[in-house]
């Protein structure tokens, strides 16, 4: 609508041009298109403002004539392009040649923002979670969000850290990208949430799976693909901002954007959000101190034109989040009690205050990004981006020590990249790029504690090829590959005793660099090379039903922890045991999808298997003592692990008000070696929802949904441990899942236009509306609380 | 005239962009070039060493009780030692001597203990034939410290002696762990033989 309105203003604006004298010129002209600059039949050419209407010939041809000398404006459309306007001088007959494009990447129509979400592959399942429901989740995290489809869960710290987990895989097994740019937060912690604000990004495709090698070869979980959204290049001004108040924290999300952009491809825009919670309740009591305090901002500017652009964006994310007293525990006996004790065993009034434990993390993320299309061959893409990510944890420490942090990592990552590819054949596309990191990880010894993660230079390079061919008009097959060089070179200090006690004294003597008596200070360095492959086919069996197929071979190197954590985490009363012995692991992942996407009805029957060698798992194995007392001991090995898994959904369009919407989703983690399940695999979850909507009625809409978690079976078996205060073995219940639960909640929401530019959106959100007891196997704080009772979330939101 | 513009706007712009990137490679470069090594942590305030002597009035050979832990949370468990086995209803006097042995010469703990007395507490849990314990010192607010108690011995059999140092607890507390919260710098348990 806007866009038809700023037509007509341009159109005015130029049409004292069309009355000048001596009108007898004649235009001709080609129409091309650009990639393959073949012409283009039937393409309509206007002069703006004139009922003069010709069609370009199969040569591409066309003539206007009775023109004056002048500036003409010509609307050129196409049914496949994106219609174009141009100036054009006419003095005399003039010829002129005119390209069309028919990609709307970087182009300019608002109108098209929704369908111009372009998949990443073509041969895996890929899920997009759009703006609307992403507002719904402003005031939450990316990992809340991304629960929304199936067969993605995840593994939280409390309810302010959630790691995404796709298809039973987490951590450094998934990528995310945030506006092309690979996020180096340290993700390969258990308790390190990913360091995005929700609320820059405009859609969030997820990737079930290592296919998209462009983004790196080692996402054997998958990819998670956050996009801002696309700013159209006519001279506009436009932004939004969303309120969302919520009770149980008693607290809430503020953000807004404003976007400036200017008909020639030059834009700016800057976004920022506010989120600020205090103890969050169960039902029963209040979660103290599990507050949580959020700053993002981002800007950017950058000139976005067809056939060359560049952008420069800059975003800083700042998290202090407040870490359930209670999980703070000495040693192994507490642990005992909490899990054995029914309430977490400090519960204090509700506050505000953000105490220890707590994690304070910024990030700081830089990115300077040029392309250039060359006609009738493809786009060449140059990226260079640099991250700082700074993490402090506090535990409760007394006297000098108590506000020292336990922990206080820096790490900092540049990384460049390049990609070609090549669009302009109708057959087939080719894309082939190079990337290369560099990255510096810093523990500063002034914690007092020693490093749980050592110094480190990583240096990274990767090479991929990926294409796409068209077999017929209902398949296409996609392939790609990838090399990554990975080589660490870290400085770590080794107790003594760990060193020989782990066997590192025969293996790895010679990387011993100094011995200072109790300590060694050693120079690991390794190297990693790993090759990563994928193949697959989309077939369309009818226009709304089409079914994929894809394998993918990928493998990663082992992260910082699992090679080098060596020591207490005080707040968790764990030691953590990596291993130097640690080589990269290696997926082979078959994945099928059957969909159809009717209007009336449609599914998706996704089933996978993930054949995984050398799968790195993280698991308890058994106690260690101290004169503090007795912790238990968690430790890295390898094993060849199998996950099998199945993703369904399906929806019904009753009438044009009414939809139901169904999703199972399942995943079986065995390790094949031990003959035992897997540790952390999400249990099996059915949702149902039903919903109501009419857009008559100010755009109204409510859903129920229905979710129902099943109680996870399948786990590890506990362990026996020492207890010094019970002067006997007991089964520590470490790995035994909570039982099962069903959650409802509530959604609606309507829109007011306030003026013609202006509306206001409104929505309530009431999530676990029963206020039903209960914890999750993947929240690393089921030990010590229930999770959060029923929670009232207000939207407001004015787009401008 | 147009393409000519063009193309100047991308060669600078590429000129700016190899410009920006190989600047920042250099910075990386120097930046890098100190490959001075990292300074080992020394974990402060550590204690290996936990002795208790237990006299008993009148007796002259007092029973040790004694937990060594040279590697702190490395992987070897602390060496526990007990010289001797305990009398029937007995009444011990105990004291405590607090040891980090990493240094040389060993520092005496116990010192510092007694010079932040206000913040620290022991605890004592008694069980089998151990009958209990008393404090026998008081900080400068007169709450119990520990670092002097009294044990007194029941009837013969096995028991255990589980002693707890709390920094920064709760003070005055109800005498149990739950109540004085806190630090937990040692948790040991001694099984003896009362006979």
Same mark, same amino acid.
Request: with cysteine.
């Given at each position: 609508?806007?866009?038809?309105?700023?037509?007509?203003?341009?159109?005015?604006?130029?049409?004292?041009?069309?009355?000048?004298?001596?009108?007898?010129?004649?235009?001709?002209?080609?129409?091309?298109?650009?990639?393959?600059?073949?012409?283009?039949?039937?393409?309509?050419?206007?002069?703006?403002?004139?009922?003069?209407?010709?069609?370009?010939?199969?040569?591409?041809?066309?003539?206007?004539?009775?023109?004056?000398?002048?500036?003409?404006?010509?609307?050129?459309?196409?049914?496949?392009?994106?219609?174009?306007?141009?100036?054009?001088?006419?003095?005399?007959?003039?010829?002129?040649?005119?390209?069309?494009?028919?990609?709307?990447?970087?182009?300019?129509?608002?109108?098209?923002?929704?369908?111009?979400?372009?998949?990443?592959?073509?041969?895996?399942?890929?899920?997009?979670?759009?703006?609307?429901?992403?507002?719904?989740?402003?005031?939450?995290?990316?990992?809340?969000?991304?629960?929304?489809?199936?067969?993605?869960?995840?593994?939280?710290?409390?309810?302010?850290?959630?790691?995404?987990?796709?298809?039973?895989?987490?951590?450094?097994?998934?990528?995310?990208?945030?506006?092309?740019?690979?996020?180096?937060?340290?993700?390969?912690?258990?308790?390190?949430?990913?360091?995005?604000?929700?609320?820059?990004?405009?859609?969030?495709?997820?990737?079930?799976?290592?296919?998209?090698?462009?983004?790196?070869?080692?996402?054997?979980?998958?990819?998670?693909?956050?996009?801002?959204?696309?700013?159209?290049?006519?001279?506009?001004?436009?932004?939004?901002?969303?309120?969302?108040?919520?009770?149980?924290?008693?607290?809430?999300?503020?953000?807004?954007?404003?976007?400036?952009?200017?008909?020639?491809?030059?834009?700016?825009?800057?976004?920022?959000?506010?989120?600020?919670?205090?103890?969050?309740?169960?039902?029963?009591?209040?979660?103290?101190?599990?507050?949580?305090?959020?700053?993002?901002?981002?800007?950017?500017?950058?000139?976005?034109?067809?056939?060359?652009?560049?952008?420069?964006?800059?975003?800083?994310?700042?998290?202090?989040?407040?870490?359930?007293?209670?999980?703070?525990?000495?040693?192994?006996?507490?642990?005992?009690?909490?899990?054995?004790?029914?309430?977490?065993?400090?519960?204090?009034?509700?506050?505000?205050?953000?105490?220890?434990?707590?994690?304070?993390?910024?990030?700081?993320?830089?990115?300077?990004?040029?392309?250039?299309?060359?006609?009738?061959?493809?786009?060449?893409?140059?990226?260079?981006?640099?991250?700082?990510?700074?993490?402090?944890?506090?535990?409760?420490?007394?006297?000098?020590?108590?506000?020292?942090?336990?922990?206080?990592?820096?790490?900092?990552?540049?990384?460049?990249?390049?990609?070609?590819?090549?669009?302009?054949?109708?057959?087939?596309?080719?894309?082939?790029?190079?990337?290369?990191?560099?990255?510096?990880?810093?523990?500063?010894?002034?914690?007092?504690?020693?490093?749980?993660?050592?110094?480190?230079?990583?240096?990274?390079?990767?090479?991929?090829?990926?294409?796409?061919?068209?077999?017929?008009?209902?398949?296409?097959?996609?392939?790609?590959?990838?090399?990554?060089?990975?080589?660490?070179?870290?400085?770590?200090?080794?107790?003594?005793?760990?060193?020989?006690?782990?066997?590192?004294?025969?293996?790895?003597?010679?990387?011993?660099?100094?011995?200072?008596?109790?300590?060694?200070?050693?120079?690991?360095?390794?190297?990693?090379?790993?090759?990563?492959?994928?193949?697959?086919?989309?077939?369309?069996?009818?226009?709304?039903?089409?079914?994929?197929?894809?394998?993918?071979?990928?493998?990663?190197?082992?992260?910082?922890?699992?090679?080098?954590?060596?020591?207490?985490?005080?707040?968790?009363?764990?030691?953590?045991?990596?291993?130097?012995?640690?080589?990269?692991?290696?997926?082979?992942?078959?994945?099928?999808?059957?969909?159809?996407?009717?209007?009336?009805?449609?599914?998706?029957?996704?089933?996978?298997?993930?054949?995984?060698?050398?799968?790195?798992?993280?698991?308890?194995?058994?106690?260690?003592?101290?004169?503090?007392?007795?912790?238990?001991?968690?430790?890295?090995?390898?094993?060849?692990?199998?996950?099998?898994?199945?993703?369904?959904?399906?929806?019904?369009?009753?009438?044009?008000?009414?939809?139901?919407?169904?999703?199972?989703?399942?995943?079986?983690?065995?390790?094949?070696?031990?003959?035992?399940?897997?540790?952390?695999?999400?249990?099996?979850?059915?949702?149902?929802?039903?919903?109501?909507?009419?857009?008559?009625?100010?755009?109204?809409?409510?859903?129920?949904?229905?979710?129902?978690?099943?109680?996870?079976?399948?786990?590890?078996?506990?362990?026996?441990?020492?207890?010094?205060?019970?002067?006997?073995?007991?089964?520590?219940?470490?790995?035994?899942?909570?039982?099962?639960?069903?959650?409802?909640?509530?959604?609606?929401?309507?829109?007011?236009?306030?003026?013609?530019?202006?509306?206001?959106?409104?929505?309530?959100?009431?999530?676990?509306?029963?206020?039903?007891?209960?914890?999750?196997?993947?929240?690393?704080?089921?030990?010590?609380?229930?999770?959060?009772?029923?929670?009232?979330?207000?939207?407001?939101?004015?787009?401008? | 005239?147009?393409?000519?513009?063009?193309? &100047?706007?991308?060669?600078?712009?590429?000129?700016? @962009? $190899?410009?920006? !990137? %190989?600047? *920042? =490679?250099?910075?990386?470069?120097?930046?890098?070039?100190?490959?001075? &090594?990292?300074?080992?942590?020394?974990?402060?305030? @550590? $204690?290996?060493? !936990? %002795?208790? *002597? =237990?006299?008993?009035?009148?007796?002259?050979?007092?029973?040790?009780?004694?937990?060594?832990?040279?590697?702190?949370?490395?992987?070897?468990?602390?060496?526990?030692?007990?010289?001797?086995?305990?009398?029937?209803?007995?009444?011990?006097?105990?004291?405590?001597?607090?040891?980090?042995?990493?240094?040389?010469?060993?520092?005496?703990?116990?010192?510092?203990?007694?010079?932040?007395?206000?913040?620290?507490?022991?605890?004592?849990?008694?069980?089998?034939?151990?009958?209990?314990?008393?404090?026998?010192?008081?900080?400068?607010?007169?709450?119990?410290?520990?670092?002097?108690?009294?044990?007194?011995?029941?009837?013969?059999?096995?028991?255990?002696?589980?002693?707890?140092?709390?920094?920064?607890?709760?003070?005055?507390?109800?005498?149990?762990?739950?109540?004085?919260?806190?630090?937990?710098?040692?948790?040991?348990?001694?099984?003896?033989?009362?006979?």
């Amino acid at each position: 609508m806007r866009l038809s309105f700023f037509t007509l203003v341009f159109v005015l604006a130029t049409s004292p041009y069309l009355f000048a004298q001596n009108c007898t010129n004649v235009l001709t002209g080609t129409i091309i298109d650009f990639h393959d600059s073949t012409p283009l039949v039937g393409a309509t050419v206007q002069v703006a403002g004139n009922d003069n209407v010709v069609l370009s010939d199969i040569y591409g041809n066309f003539s206007l004539d009775s023109l004056c000398d002048g500036i003409y404006e010509l609307e050129v459309s196409h049914p496949e392009c994106s219609t174009k306007f141009i100036k054009i001088k006419v003095l005399g007959d003039t010829t002129e040649k005119i390209t069309l494009e028919h990609h709307l990447e970087e182009l300019d129509e608002v109108k098209v923002i929704g369908n111009a979400i372009t998949d990443a592959t073509n041969s895996t399942q890929e899920k997009i979670l759009k703006i609307e429901t992403l507002e719904r989740y402003s005031a939450g995290s990316l990992g809340d969000a991304l629960k929304e489809i199936s067969g993605v869960n995840s593994l939280n710290t409390g309810a302010n850290i959630v790691k995404p987990i796709i298809q039973g895989l987490g951590g450094s097994r998934v990528l995310i990208l945030n506006n092309g740019v690979r996020m180096q937060d340290m993700e390969w912690g258990d308790e390190h949430a990913p360091n995005v604000d929700i609320n820059t990004t405009d859609h969030v495709a997820v990737i079930k799976g290592a296919a998209a090698l462009q983004y790196g070869g080692d996402a054997i979980g998958g990819v998670i693909l956050m996009e801002p959204a696309l700013i159209p290049a006519k001279d506009t001004l436009y932004g939004k901002t969303l309120l969302t108040g919520a009770t149980n924290g008693r607290g809430g999300n503020i953000t807004t954007e404003l976007i400036k952009a200017h008909k020639n491809g030059w834009f700016a825009k800057g976004q920022a959000s506010f989120k600020r919670y205090g103890d969050y309740e169960a039902p029963d009591y209040v979660l103290t101190n599990t507050g949580v305090s959020e700053l993002g901002v981002s800007i950017g500017i950058g000139k976005h034109d067809f056939i060359w652009g560049w952008d420069a964006n800059y975003s800083y994310f700042d998290t202090n989040i407040a870490i359930l007293r209670a999980s703070d525990i000495g040693n192994v006996d507490d642990l005992i009690r909490a899990i054995n004790g029914g309430e977490p065993l400090i519960i204090d009034d509700f506050d505000y205050a953000i105490n220890k434990p707590k994690q304070e993390v910024t990030h700081h993320l830089a990115k300077l990004k040029f392309y250039r299309r060359f006609e009738g061959l493809g786009k060449w893409n140059l990226q260079y981006d640099f991250q700082h990510n700074q993490r402090f944890e506090f535990d409760i420490r007394v006297g000098d020590d108590s506000e020292k942090p336990s922990i206080d990592l820096l790490l900092s990552t540049h990384s460049l990249s390049t990609d070609f590819k090549i669009d302009s054949k109708t057959n087939y596309k080719l894309n082939f790029g190079v990337a290369g990191l560099y990255q510096n990880n810093f523990a500063n010894p002034d914690t007092g504690v020693r490093r749980l993660i050592p110094d480190y230079d990583r240096y990274d390079i990767g090479i991929f090829t990926m294409g796409e061919y068209v077999i017929s008009s209902t398949l296409l097959l996609d392939a790609g590959l990838r090399y990554d060089y990975n080589k660490i070179d870290a400085k770590k200090f080794y107790r003594k005793s760990r060193w020989e006690e782990r066997g590192y004294d025969v293996e790895f003597a010679d990387f011993v660099i100094d011995d200072l008596g109790t300590q060694l200070l050693t120079n690991p360095v390794f190297d990693y090379n790993n090759l990563s492959a994928t193949v697959g086919l989309q077939y369309e069996v009818t226009t709304d039903t089409e079914i994929r197929f894809n394998y993918a071979r990928s493998q990663r190197a082992p992260n910082p922890s699992e090679l080098f954590s060596d020591g207490l985490h005080h707040s968790a009363a764990r030691i953590e045991l990596g291993d130097l012995r640690i080589k990269s692991e290696t997926s082979r992942k078959l994945s099928l999808s059957l969909q159809k996407e009717g209007v009336k009805w449609g599914y998706t029957l996704a089933p996978f298997a993930n054949f995984i060698a050398d799968f790195i798992v993280l698991e308890p194995t058994g106690v260690e003592f101290n004169i503090r007392g007795a912790f238990p001991v968690w430790t890295y090995r390898q094993t060849t692990a199998r996950l099998l898994g199945l993703d369904a959904n399906l929806y019904y369009q009753w009438t044009n008000n009414w939809l139901t919407e169904h999703a199972f989703s399942i995943v079986k983690g065995s390790d094949m070696d031990l003959e035992i399940p897997l540790i952390n695999i999400p249990a099996a979850n059915f949702r149902n929802s039903v919903s109501y909507s009419n857009s008559d009625w100010k755009d109204f809409k409510i859903s129920l949904e229905s979710q129902y978690v099943f109680r996870q079976n399948e786990f590890p078996p506990n362990i026996m441990v020492f207890s010094p205060e019970q002067g006997q073995e007991v089964i520590l219940d470490i790995n035994t899942p909570p039982e099962a639960y069903h959650l409802i909640a509530l959604d609606t929401s309507f829109k007011i236009p306030l003026t013609e530019r202006n509306t206001l959106s409104v929505g309530l959100t009431i999530n676990n509306l029963l206020n039903e007891t209960y914890r999750d196997y993947l929240n690393r704080l089921r030990y010590y609380s229930d999770n959060l009772g029923r929670n009232f979330m207000i939207r407001l939101k004015l787009n401008y | 005239m147009k393409t000519i513009t063009f193309k &100047n706007s991308v060669t600078s712009i590429l000129r700016q @962009t $190899i410009l920006f !990137i %190989t600047s *920042t =490679l250099l910075l990386l470069s120097c930046s890098n070039d100190d490959n001075a &090594n990292p300074i080992p942590v020394e974990e402060e305030e @550590t $204690i290996t060493t !936990i %002795t208790i *002597t =237990l006299v008993q009035e009148g007796v002259g050979e007092p029973t040790i009780l004694q937990s060594k832990d040279l590697d702190g949370d490395g992987p070897n468990a602390p060496e526990i030692s007990i010289s001797g086995n305990l009398a029937t209803n007995a009444s011990y006097n105990g004291t405590i001597v607090l040891l980090n042995e990493t240094e040389s010469p060993a520092k005496n703990v116990t010192e510092e203990v007694k010079e932040e007395d206000d913040e620290h507490q022991f605890f004592f849990n008694a069980t089998g034939s151990l009958i209990g314990t008393s404090y026998a010192d008081t900080d400068e607010n007169g709450n119990p410290i520990g670092l002097a108690f009294i044990l007194n011995t029941g009837d013969a059999g096995n028991a255990t002696l589980t002693v707890t140092l709390r920094h920064q607890p709760k003070k005055p507390n109800d005498g149990t762990l739950a109540d004085a919260g806190g630090e937990t710098d040692i948790a040991q348990t001694f099984n003896v033989k009362v006979e």
